[in-house]
């Protein structure tokens, strides 16, 4: 998991201010996917994202979440007007190529608690 | 809609007796299987994995079973050690993301 960088691992916000959630693949992986796991639910897909492009958003809310995985730096997943419903731990995950039988390296999460 | 179910929120075995995780999934055109092991406040690990056209794949202590026609698969881990307590995810890959059951929490007691 070391392999998979994300920051920060706690993250505290009021209801209404913006939550921002970065990670930095392993090396060599150009793919990255996030998911969500709420307390006592399995991992729930969110948003999948090559370089500067997003393949597949439809785990996304439509609403306040936004993602990004620019040419240079971190992935970055966007919570806006954060509400209760929010808090849950943020996972990212990374592969090196688009075979889809690639295992995932997973993160160690941000855990996002909303008050 | 939940297509890949974990009926067993929690296991407990004793130590060098099997522990037998079960999954069930209801989309006929998953191809690929995976096991993911997790501990607290860290990520999940991948484990083993299986592809459709197999139904037996085996990796030192961990096997997996997969049964097509009752789109059934199943993680025996034997024998079992107290570093094996963990939470279990089974998860199903359609092309380019994961689609991951509820989990199981292992308990191997001394």
């Known amino acids: 998991n070391a392999g998979v960088m994300q920051n920060p691992r706690h993250l505290v916000r009021r209801r209404g201010q913006e939550a921002r959630l970065r990670c930095s693949p392993m090396?060599?992986?150009?793919?990255v996917y996030w998911y969500r796991q709420l307390p006592e639910e399995g991992l729930k897909f969110m948003v999948y994202l090559q370089k500067e492009n997003i393949i597949d958003e439809s785990g996304m809310p439509k609403e306040r979440f936004s993602a990004e995985f620019p040419k240079e730096g971190p992935s970055i997943l966007r919570i806006q007007q954060v509400v209760r419903g929010d808090s849950a731990a943020y996972f990212c995950?990374?592969?090196?190529?688009?075979?889809?039988?690639?295992?995932?390296?997973f993160g160690n999460g941000t855990r996002l608690t909303v008050t | 809609d939940q297509q890949v179910k974990q009926n067993s929120p929690s296991l407990s075995v004793q130590e060098g007796r099997i522990s037998i995780l079960n999954c069930d999934y209801t989309n006929s055109m998953f191809d690929y299987f995976l096991w993911y092991k997790k501990y607290p406040a860290e990520g999940p690990t991948f484990l083993i994995s299986?592809?459709?056209?197999?139904d037996k794949n085996e990796d030192g202590r961990f096997t997996v079973f997969l049964n097509k026609s009752a789109k059934h698969l199943s993680l025996h881990i034997v024998p079992s050690q107290p570093g094996d307590s963990a939470v279990y995810f089974c998860a199903a890959s359609p092309p380019m993301k994961l689609i991951f059951g509820q989990g199981t929490e292992l308990s191997v007691k001394p």
């Open positions: 995950a990374s592969s090196p190529q688009t075979d889809p039988n690639s295992p995932l390296h």
């Open positions: 090396k060599g992986h150009s793919h």
């Open positions: 299986i592809s459709s056209i197999k």
